[in-house]
């Protein structure tokens, strides 16, 4: 067993930071920057004992609590209240034998694939290696391998929590079969993370990477229709997505990509190169020659180029939504309102679900029927937040015959649009727990299911 040990030396009170205080801000700052959090006061954790305290403080004077490891997914503004911060829980234990990693609740992927990778295994991430696990993991986790493994939530072994009580909790599927039901694909409705135990998978290389065409030479219909004929094919061993943007014409930007409008294929397959290649043949042979065609064999450490998610704190909005079969000429329309035609620069994804992901699994992930995942992100510029929301509620009336929901781990900065994250038996039983864990809702600076 190896362990990666992360974690800041415990004091004998926690850390904690006040509205102009140094170090305040610094705290503070996380991934997105379109929203602002003004905390009455910030617990920076370095153990589930100070995750206790800042429960136990926020319980007794009623004051909501929200948690940020990376601060990626915030569900929006907030004021007041009590931030635990959990960046320095960073812990990381491999266990190769059990193949299982246990992970802080301010670790990233990025170096748990790194201590994982030393013993031959992988674990179930995303596009980005600088995203929380716990978070990614409470939100359900639609991973690069997910149409092989599932998704990761469907992995998790136990969580240890803190909840509204101020009570530290380690739920098993044999200690609390229920809790540990709604933590998986519930968010962080019902308590502080401060550690979980997730699979791991014995995967070392890949064949991966993107084939991408220019959207004013190829028509985005074309493309959608080849990849849609296509994915419809291809084994449960590969993951793949679509995804389009108009790159603005900036001079920091590459030549190659300033002001081009670029539609890409991305791939994620772990069989053999020569049989990635294969599967890949028919879909060159519909798209024709690409810009750039990154297909190749890769160690699993260098996965995240596959998509090359930016890396640098940046302001955005962003939702999805899933559908229960494809209509290409829909999905076409969403991906024509959100080009070159649109008024601001927005990032179309679409994923290929299916596979693994379909699995029932104990858990409150929802929506397993669906075939598909349309997301759109759109970066902010000052005050362009509502124009942003008002743009994805055009392009997703396109395809609102066929959504059936949303996806948790996708709504960045609609806290206060809940509707559609669960269908309504799964949100029915998240409510349940939410009333029998936090009643007094103090977990409430997420999208709550009260």
């Given at each position: 067993?190896?362990?990666?040990?992360?974690?800041?030396?415990?004091?004998?009170?926690?850390?904690?930071?006040?509205p102009?205080?140094?170090?305040?801000?610094?705290?503070?700052?996380?991934?997105?920057?379109?929203?602002?959090?003004?905390?009455?006061?910030?617990?920076?954790?370095?153990?589930?004992?100070?995750?206790?305290?800042?429960?136990?403080?926020?319980?007794?004077?009623?004051?909501?609590?929200?948690?940020?490891?990376?601060?990626?997914?915030?569900?929006?503004?907030?004021?007041?209240?009590?931030?635990?911060?959990?960046?320095?829980?960073?812990?990381?234990?491999?266990?190769?034998?059990?193949?299982?990693?246990?992970?802080?609740?301010?670790?990233r992927?990025?170096?748990?694939?790194?201590?994982?990778?030393?013993?031959?295994?992988?674990?179930?991430?995303?596009?980005?290696?600088?995203?929380?696990?716990?978070?990614?993991?409470?939100?359900?986790?639609?991973?690069?391998?997910?149409r092989?493994?599932?998704?990761?939530?469907?992995?998790?072994?136990?969580?240890?929590?803190?909840?509204?009580?101020?009570?530290?909790?380690?739920?098993?599927?044999?200690?609390?079969?229920?809790?540990?039901?709604?933590?998986?694909?519930?968010?962080?409705?019902l308590?502080?993370?401060?550690?979980?135990?997730v699979?791991?998978?014995?995967?070392?290389?890949?064949?991966?990477?993107?084939?991408?065409?220019?959207?004013?030479?190829?028509?985005?219909?074309?493309?959608?229709?080849?990849?849609?004929?296509?994915?419809?094919?291809?084994?449960?061993?590969?993951?793949?997505?679509?995804?389009?943007?108009?790159?603005?014409?900036?001079?920091?930007?590459?030549?190659?990509?300033?002001?081009?409008?670029?539609?890409?294929?991305?791939?994620?397959?772990?069989?053999?190169?020569?049989?990635?290649?294969?599967l890949v043949?028919?879909?060159?042979?519909?798209?024709?020659?690409?810009?750039?065609?990154?297909?190749?064999?890769?160690?699993?450490?260098?996965?995240?180029?596959?998509?090359?998610d930016?890396?640098?704190?940046?302001?955005?909005?962003?939702?999805?939504?899933?559908?229960?079969?494809?209509?290409?000429e829909?999905?076409?329309?969403?991906?024509?309102?959100?080009?070159?035609?649109?008024?601001?620069?927005?990032?179309?994804?679409?994923?290929?679900?299916?596979?693994?992901l379909?699995?029932?699994?104990?858990?409150?992930?929802?929506?397993?029927?669906?075939?598909?995942?349309?997301?759109?992100?759109?970066?902010?510029d000052?005050?362009?937040?509502?124009?942003?929301?008002?743009?994805?509620?055009?392009?997703?009336?396109?395809?609102?015959?066929?959504?059936?929901?949303?996806?948790?781990?996708?709504?960045?900065?609609?806290?206060?649009?809940?509707?559609?994250?669960?269908?309504?038996?799964?949100?029915?039983?998240?409510?349940?727990?939410?009333?029998?864990?936090?009643?007094?809702?103090?977990?409430?600076r997420?999208?709550?299911?009260?």
């Open positions: 067993m190896t362990t990666h040990d992360r974690d800041s030396a415990a004091g004998a009170s926690p850390l904690t930071f006040r102009g205080e140094p170090g305040f801000d610094d705290e503070l700052a996380g991934f997105q920057t379109g929203f602002t959090q003004r905390p009455d006061v910030i617990f920076a954790a370095a153990t589930a004992d100070d995750v206790v305290a800042a429960v136990r403080y926020a319980a007794a004077r009623r004051l909501p609590v929200g948690v940020q490891a990376t601060g990626h997914g915030l569900p929006g503004d907030a004021e007041g209240g009590v931030l635990i911060s959990t960046r320095r829980m960073a812990g990381i234990t491999v266990d190769p034998a059990a193949r299982t990693v246990r992970v802080g609740a301010g670790a992927w990025g170096a748990v694939a790194e201590a994982a990778a030393e013993h031959g295994l992988a674990p179930l991430n995303g596009s980005a290696p600088g995203v929380g696990v716990v978070g990614y993991v409470l939100g359900g986790g639609l991973g690069i391998l997910g092989e493994f599932g998704w990761t939530a469907d992995h998790v072994r136990s969580v240890d929590v803190v909840t509204a009580d101020g009570t530290a909790r380690h739920v098993t599927a044999e200690s609390d079969p229920e809790l540990l039901w709604g933590l998986l694909g519930g968010g962080a409705n308590g502080a993370v401060t550690a979980l135990e699979d791991l998978v014995p995967v070392t290389r890949l064949y991966g990477g993107s084939l991408t065409h220019d959207g004013r030479v190829t028509a985005p219909g074309n493309i959608v229709r080849a990849y849609a004929d296509w994915a419809a094919t291809v084994p449960q061993a590969l993951t793949s997505s679509l995804a389009a943007l108009v790159y603005p014409d900036l001079p920091m930007l590459p030549p190659q990509l300033r002001g081009r409008y670029l539609v890409s294929v991305r791939v994620a397959f772990t069989g053999s190169a020569e049989e990635g290649e294969r043949a028919p879909l060159r042979a519909a798209l024709g020659p690409a810009v750039t065609d990154t297909l190749r064999e890769m160690p699993y450490g260098e996965s995240h180029t596959i998509h090359s930016p890396d640098f704190p940046h302001a955005y909005y962003g939702d999805s939504v899933f559908l229960s079969e494809l209509d290409a829909a999905v076409t329309e969403v991906f024509t309102r959100s080009g070159p035609a649109a008024d601001a620069m927005h990032v179309v994804q679409l994923n290929h679900l299916g596979g693994a379909s699995r029932p699994a104990p858990n409150a992930v929802p929506y397993r029927d669906a075939g598909w995942l349309v997301r759109i992100l759109s970066p902010l000052g005050g362009s937040r509502g124009a942003a929301r008002a743009h994805h509620a055009r392009a997703f009336a396109a395809v609102a015959p066929r959504a059936v929901g949303r996806s948790l781990n996708f709504a960045f900065g609609g806290g206060d649009r809940p509707e559609g994250l669960y269908d309504a038996d799964t949100r029915k039983r998240l409510a349940g727990l939410k009333a029998a864990y936090d009643p007094a809702n103090l977990f409430r997420n999208y709550s299911v009260r």
